[in-house]
C-alpha cells in the first residue's frame, strides 16, 4: 500500500516534499516486503507435505526468482510512459502485485496447532486436519502451547 500511494505524492505534491515523501513511502513498501520474504520460506515450508517438502520448496523458490529477472524491466516502466503517472508507475506495478500476493495468502490454510501433512493424502486433506489438542490449549483470543518436556516443577530443582 506504501508503494501504490507513492502515485499520489508525485501527482499532489510539490517537487521539494515529492521527493523525501516518495522515497519514504518506498523504503516503507520495501520493509514490508523484506518482512514478508522472511516469513513466506517458513509458512511455504508448512503447507508442503514432507515427502515433496525439498521439491515444492525449490520450485517456489525458482518461481520467486521469476520476480527477480522481471523486476529491472518494470523499473524502466517509467521511460515508456511520460509525465508524473510514468514516475511513479514502476512503484505502483510492485505495490500492486504485492497487495494481489497479500490478497491471495488469504486462501492459504492456518496452520497454526495444526498436525502438519506428511504424505500426500495428508496435503490433500491439510485445511480438513485435526488440531493438535495435547499441546495447545486456547485462552480467549490467543493459543498456548504446553511444553510437555519441561514441567514447573523442573525448576526447584536448581
Known sequence: LACISTIFTVLYLE???????????????KIGAAAAFAVIYVWSAELYPTVVRNVGMGASSSCARIGGMV???????????????GQALPL?????????????????????GANLPE????????????????????????????????????????
Open 15 to 29: 517537487k521539494r516534499h515529492q521527493i523525501y515523501s516518495t522515497v519514504i513511502l518506498a523504503m516503507l513498501g
Open 71 to 85: 523486476s529491472p524491466y518494470i523499473a524502466d516502466l517509467s521511460t515508456l510512459v511520460d509525465g508524473h503517472f
Open 92 to 112: 505502483v506495478v510492485f505495490g500492486a502485485s504485492s497487495v494481489i500476493a497479500g490478497l491471495l495468502s488469504l486462501i492459504l490454510p492456518e496452520t497454526l
Open 119 to 158: 504424505t500426500i493424502e495428508d496435503g490433500k486433506a491439510f485445511p480438513n486436519h485435526e488440531k493438535k489438542s495435547a499441546k495447545y490449549q486456547e485462552n480467549g483470543s490467543s493459543i498456548t502451547m504446553n511444553n510437555e518436556a519441561f514441567s514447573p516443577e523442573d525448576c526447584t530443582k536448581f
